[in-house]
């Protein structure tokens, strides 16, 4: 099967109440991992491109890793842009092969982010490529980025409609109190997401794919199991899986997570050279990170998305 847009699968997904698991890949143990575990249980996917994870990794490296997974797996697989900043940056990921491109225009005024947003739909839709664009301002880290509580700001449902309407855009991040990296509350704070906001876009928007950023649930098993082994991770708390489960059942069709992917990985790494202190072949320790992402996409998968044997 060759690469899909995102169309087919958040029109399923918006009708059957469930989301599909976008995950943030960086090299071949996390494609596999993740690919994997989504082949067991028949889910579609959505694997996504950072631009760290393209600097660090190289474009045409994470293509065909993609591409190789394709191969091992019969399923609707998405290769999708994440925070895309520029329309350079898009056009780059366009023109090299992605299916799915989002245009992150949140940090400009309205007005310059519909602008920004729409000559990336335009360049896009010529090439048969879907757009995420993104309304409202999410706190936490993405690359160097650091978005402090107080910078960040709720989506505004009122916006919504002429933000979809004037760019064209074919998916829409929104802020409901998510946010990026692992320490998402503070210590002794009550996780909480504005499903007041979810609903009233939903209302706004009939039949149109929302998503959700920084929804990584922050394990707390991984955190504990990398503390264990010599990290020192400070209160890490993210989204509790019921409400994330809750969104899916809305209209959240696709939910992006990284910062577990990477809390399970060092988990693995972590415990098995304190296991075995000798060890310095990579493949030994990069088997158990391998194995530990299946099984937390398998778990996402399940209890989290609702998206098994849905391809
Ligand atoms: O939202 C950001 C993702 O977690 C990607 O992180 O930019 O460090 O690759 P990155
Ligand atoms: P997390 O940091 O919660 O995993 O969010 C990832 C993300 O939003 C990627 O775009
Ligand atoms: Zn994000």
Do not use: W
Not at 159 to 185: C, M, N, P
Not at 283 to 298: C, E, G, H, S, W
Request: one cysteine or more.
């Amino acid at each position: 099967m060759a690469l899909v847009t995102t169309t087919e699968m958040f029109k399923k997904a918006y009708e059957g109440g469930y989301a599909i698991g976008a995950f943030n890949v960086n090299n071949m143990e996390i494609v596999q991992g993740i690919a994997e575990a989504a082949a067991e249980l028949q889910a579609p996917l959505i694997l996504q491109v950072s631009a760290g994870a393209r600097k660090y990794a190289r474009h045409n490296y994470l293509v065909k890793l993609v591409e190789a997974a394709l191969l091992e797996c019969d399923l609707p697989i998405a290769l999708h842009l994440d925070h895309g900043d520029t329309f350079e940056l898009c056009k780059s990921c366009i023109d090299g092969g992605f299916t799915s491109v989002m245009i992150d225009g949140s940090k400009h005024s309205f007005e310059d982010n519909i602008k920004l947003t729409k000559q990336v739909v335009e360049y896009a839709h010529e090439h048969g490529v879907v757009v995420e664009g993104e309304l409202g301002k999410l706190a936490g880290i993405e690359d160097d980025v650091n978005v402090s509580a107080e910078d960040a700001s709720y989506t505004r449902p009122e916006e919504v409609e002429e933000f979809v309407s004037r760019t064209g855009v074919d998916s829409l991040a929104i802020a409901i109190g998510t946010s990026h990296g692992a320490y998402k509350f503070k210590p002794g704070q009550k996780p909480q997401l504005k499903f007041d906001i979810l609903e009233e876009v939903e209302k706004r928007l009939p039949n149109f794919p929302i998503v959700l950023h920084g929804a990584s649930s922050v394990i707390p098993e991984y955190v504990q199991t990398i503390n264990a082994n010599g990290g020192a991770l400070k209160d890490a708390i993210g989204i509790p899986e019921d409400m994330l489960r809750k969104a899916a059942s809305m209209a959240v069709c696709k939910i992006n997570i990284d910062s577990d992917l990477r809390l399970a990985m060092t988990a693995g790494i972590r415990e098995y050279m304190t296991a075995h202190p000798d060890a310095f072949d990579p493949r030994q320790y990069l088997t158990p990170a391998r194995d530990n992402i299946k099984a937390l996409v398998k778990h996402k998968i399940v209890n989290v998305l609702g998206c098994d044997h849905k391809a």
